[in-house]
């Protein structure tokens, strides 16, 4: 029997109105061997969601699987994808805090209901939470399609202004080529996956959704481990509209006029129209056609008529309209010869910046568009706004506000110092505000230039070539420690070797001895970034601190989900921030059984295990939450998230100066190289204040047979999990981060409650 998988996508206003009357389908065999134009932001937000993930945190677990088996199917098909990211923020958002706060307050409730023991209310709860963004998968999903050899650009700013530029008429019928950018000369667009607003930048057909046939395998069919049913490419069909059909659809009304109503119907570039978007009704897509057809058919009359409206006053409504059409007319895009560039170049207005947002160099703007860099860091830049947004669990506690305020504006702050410094004086003197979502009214300002010089001059030492590291490397291999060079604990361990430390101090030369594999990149990059944090001294000598990270590497291993753990759990002492401290009264999920002791013991060894990485199939997690471990997981990702921004900008900036060779292809594969790229959950924590849990209330909790009994149980509660690999993981975790701790005090750095992890190890050689 044939199965049907429909990938649906939110549906707007229009969609609404255009599914029973102008959606369209056709055979997908249709598309073979053409290259179909992909809106990723429009893919993700159609992607199967994980109800779980916004209550976890991290990437969603069976996510790449399913879009991977996607992905091929299309292939299979014939059909050649491109996908298209946006890049830069545009336009105006009047609640940039919005989103993140609804879906913290959903969690909220999702939590309680979870806690009134009704699990399955409580997974539709979190599944409606929007949580997380696409923009938060985006990171993700570029490191899916590179791993599948599908290309992908990201936009200066709009995908869907890109993804039209590369497209002209021809879709699905009459194929036009047309060059992708400079690299791929013979591919072109045949065909535009993505939202009804293409139509504004002049699509003229669309496919919506992608409508893929399987038929179930019998189980005698079935291969172990492989998928359980075929897809039917014969079969197989996709969805599309088409601006012909609607303008008839609507009586033959003129293009301009479809156009100004989608647009008034609401998208990136303008809000909906107010007096059609009211809290008591909402008006349909045909509905908005005719208001605006009534009013002679033009928005500048439709807002005179209704100048009247608050909302319409306060939003200057069209002025706003304006400033949108301008965006889409001339739209920034990357040309066919790789230049940067504004659509319809010659009538462009002056102040076009006003529309769309400022200008980057075009340097960084091709660093950005192959995926080595994120756009966040310059985001903050080119609109002089870094925005703090609220956490799935709502960051309510004083603590994670004082992390996020005091503890990681300094490092913020030296990141974008670090980048400006290299660029000319106008980024050099621009003023920064920082906003927080739970103090939109009390930002924090800075200009660049109280900021310079930056430290990029102190960290200028690292310019070490692949030959020289080769007595690093021998030192290491003596001790049966073959590590890469991209590595943390390369870049730690190998610095151990005195007279290698003292041989890496090198100064650049411009032009000549350029840094070209992508490991002595990655290598310098971690060098420089290691510095800026304290690990490394001016003589290239490891500190106090950087002690510590190599005892915590030692045991950890050298791994880059280890490595990451490693490196978050030193930040998080630093920060006074790995201890049992009672963090988030108002949070349940945290020990509740038996007593203080065992509580405030369980607290820190789940904490630490927040670090590691539950080991699990590709699948939907199923198992017990904690909006406590949530919340500690809040501020593990903030602060990897920055270190992360920091280290980017350590690379960024020896391309910008000239240090590395820039003539290349492996822009991803640098950028996949860096630590810190994936983030993952709280699941290993939670996991183990179960097991632990589950020991208070057994009369001897430390005995071999109840330790046993309780860890086979275990396998039930995440039942996708390997229970067992996953908790002797979070014990060698926690093994390590001790090590850290003894190393700490053993070189005179103040640990918070150090007597305390004594107590607490010996608490847990019990109970492992």
């Known amino acids: 029997m044939t199965q049907w998988l429909i990938v649906f996508f939110q549906v707007p206003t229009f969609d609404t109105w255009a599914a029973t009357r102008v959606t369209k389908s056709q055979r997908i065999s249709s598309l073979t061997d053409g290259v179909i134009g992909i809106d990723a932001t429009y893919y993700l937000e159609g992607s199967t969601k994980e109800p779980l993930v916004s209550a976890l945190g991290g990437f969603p677990l069976a996510l790449e699987s399913n879009i991977v088996r996607e992905l091929k199917d299309l292939q299979t098909a014939g059909l050649r994808l491109h996908f298209v990211f946006n890049g830069l923020d545009y336009g105006i958002d009047d609640d940039p805090f919005g989103p993140s706060l609804a879906a913290a307050n959903n969690n909220a409730v999702a939590f309680e209901t979870y806690e009134s023991n009704q699990a399955a209310q409580a997974i539709q709860v979190f599944r409606s939470s929007g949580a997380p963004t696409p923009a938060a998968l985006s990171e993700f999903l570029k490191k899916i399609l590179h791993k599948q050899g599908i290309p992908f650009t990201v936009a200066p700013y709009s995908a869907l202004a890109q993804v039209s530029s590369y497209y002209r008429a021809g879709v699905l019928a009459d194929r036009t080529k047309l060059a992708y950018y400079e690299k791929h000369p013979n591919q072109y667009v045949d065909a535009i996956y993505g939202p009804a607003e293409l139509f504004l930048y002049g699509v003229n057909k669309i496919i919506m959704k992608f409508k893929l046939a399987y038929q179930a395998l019998d189980v005698t069919e079935r291969v172990h481990g492989k998928r359980a049913s075929q897809f039917l490419p014969e079969n197989s069909e996709f969805l599309y509209v088409d601006r012909r059909s609607c303008l008839e659809q609507l009586e033959r009304i003129p293009s301009a006029l479809f156009d100004d109503s989608l647009l008034l119907a609401g998208s990136k570039l303008l809000q909906p129209f107010p007096p059609a978007n009211k809290p008591s009704k909402a008006y349909p897509f045909r509905d908005i056609v005719n208001l605006l057809a009534g009013s002679g058919g033009t928005v500048a009359a439709l807002c005179n008529q209704y100048s009247d409206d608050d909302d319409v006053q306060r939003l200057h409504y069209l002025d706003r309209y304006k400033r949108a059409m301008t965006a889409i007319r001339h739209h920034v895009v990357i040309t066919s010869e790789g230049d940067i560039e504004a659509l319809n170049k010659d ?28 756009p966040r860091v310059l985001n903050w830049l080119a609109s002089g706004t870094v925005l703090v947004l609220a956490p799935y669990d709502g960051g309510d506690s004083k603590v994670y506000q004082n992390l996020v305020r005091q503890q990681l504006e300094p490092l913020r702050r030296q990141t974008l110092s670090l980048l400006a410094d290299s660029l000319n004086r106008y980024y050099q003197r621009k003023e920064i505000t920082t906003k927080y979502w739970f103090d939109p009214n009390g930002p924090s300002k800075v200009n660049i230039k109280d900021l310079l010089p930056s430290p990029k001059d102190s960290i200028a030492s690292w310019n070490v070539r692949e030959d020289a590291m080769s007595s690093g490397r021998q030192t290491l291999a003596k001790q049966s420690l073959n590590l890469p060079l991209g590595s943390i604990s390369f870049a730690v361990r190998s610095l151990q070797d005195v007279d290698f430390a003292a041989a890496t101090i090198t100064r650049p030369t411009k032009g000549q001895n350029l840094l070209q594999s992508r490991g002595e990149i990655c290598a310098n990059a971690i060098w420089r970034f290691l510095q800026l944090r304290g690990y490394i001294d001016r003589q290239h000598q490891l500190t106090a601190w950087g002690k510590v990270l190599d005892g915590i590497l030692s045991i950890t291993g050298s791994q880059t989900e280890q490595e990451k753990a490693a490196l978050l759990a030193v930040e998080l002492m630093r920060f006074g921030l790995l201890n049992a401290d009672t963090m988030f009264s108002a949070y349940s999920g945290a020990p509740t059984r038996s007593s203080d002791i065992d509580k405030r013991n369980c607290m820190l060894v789940c904490r630490v295990a927040c670090l590691g990485r539950l080991i699990h199939q590709p699948r939907g997690y199923s198992g017990p939450l ?41 822009w991803m594969e640098i950028a996949l190289a860096l630590p810190l790229f994936d983030e993952d959950s709280c699941a290993l924590g939670v996991i183990m204040l179960h097991y632990l849990d589950e020991l208070f209330v057994r009369e001897d909790p430390t005995s071999e047979t109840t330790r046993d009994e309780i860890t086979a149980r275990s396998q039930g509660w995440v039942v996708y999990s390997d229970f067992k690999a996953s908790q002797q993981l979070a014990f060698r975790l926690w093994d390590a981060v001790y090590q850290g701790i003894k190393v700490a005090k053993d070189n005179g750095e103040d640990v918070k409650e150090s007597q305390m992890w004594d107590e607490v190890d ?3 050689v019990q109970r492992r």
């Open 762 to 764: 010996q608490w847990l």
């Open 347 to 374: 009538t462009a207005p002056d102040d076009l910046h006003d529309c769309i947002g400022q200008r980057l160099p075009e340097e960084l703007n091709m660093y950005l568009a192959r995926g080595l860099v994120r």
């Open 626 to 666: 904690s909006r406590h471990l949530l919340a500690y997981h809040s501020m593990i990702s903030a602060v990897q998230a920055t270190l992360r921004d920091m280290l980017e900008m350590c690379m960024v900036t020896m391309f910008l100066e000239g240090a590395v060779k820039r003539e290349r292809e492996d």
